[in-house]
T-cell receptor
């Protein structure tokens, strides 16, 4: 079946450091891929998406590129801020509505 | 535009009690779903609905019931609460042709003792 695997956290970085959170997926066909962010005490919010191979999603300085050859969708940001501290979820949607989420990666950014 | 709202925010139940978690959205989304979030397990789909009068089971439906009488509301019923149902519950909605782009409510933290 479809699945999403993302790196375990927590990830702790200093402010202005470079961020990478790895995400790989298994799917039949070509799903759409997403990154969601969850701030403490809140629900998930869509951060960015990519719907086909080689698409790059971007938002708020975060980027991720849909790599079909490596079945990956790694999240990157060039310079993290304390306000980026949150849990990040990678997800895929292949069928009509079904969304498969990864287990989440907690990011903590220290000043 | 309130988006997706959930009530209550917190709830404590005793084993065997029943309750309903409320979810409403004002974006005219046809698709709505319920997830539970547990540490180390991400989000797991409980039930979902593709429109009023239509519901279906997700990955972990046992012990839960849903109905969808209107486009706006999608309540989740716990029939007889068990400690294994201690979790954070999220409701989400989306347009039918953009299922991956879900709008989430703020969640209900449920503890069953």
């Amino acid at each position: 079946g479809n699945s999403v695997t993302q790196m375990e956290g927590p990830v702790t970085l200093s402010e202005e450091a470079f961020l990478t959170i790895n995400c790989t997926y298994t799917a039949t066909g070509y799903p759409s891929l997403f990154w969601y962010v969850q701030y403490p005490g809140e629900g998930l919010q869509l951060l960015l998406k990519a719907t086909k191979a080689d698409d790059k999603g971007s938002n708020k300085g975060f980027e991720a590129t849909y790599r079909k050859e490596t079945t990956s969708f790694h999240l990157e940001k060039g310079s993290v801020q304390v306000s980026d501290s949150a849990v990040y979820f990678c997800a895929q949607s292949g069928g009509y509505q079904k969304v498969t989420f990864g287990t989440g990666t907690k990011l903590q950014v220290i000043p | 535009n309130a988006g997706v709202t959930q009530t209550p925010k917190f709830q404590v139940l005793k084993t065997g009690q029943s309750m309903t978690l409320q979810c409403a959205q004002d974006m005219n989304h046809e698709y709505m779903s319920w997830y539970r979030q547990d540490p180390g397990m991400g989000l797991r789909l409980i039930h979902y609905s593709v429109g009023a009068g239509i519901t279906d089971q997700g990955e972990v439906p046992n012990g839960y019931n849903v109905s969808r009488s209107t486009t706006e509301d999608f309540p989740l019923r716990l029939l007889s609460a068990a400690p294994s149902q201690t979790s954070v519950y999220f409701c989400a909605s989306s347009y039918p042709d953009r299922g991956g782009e879900q709008y989430f409510g703020p969640g209900t933290r449920l503890t069953v003792t």
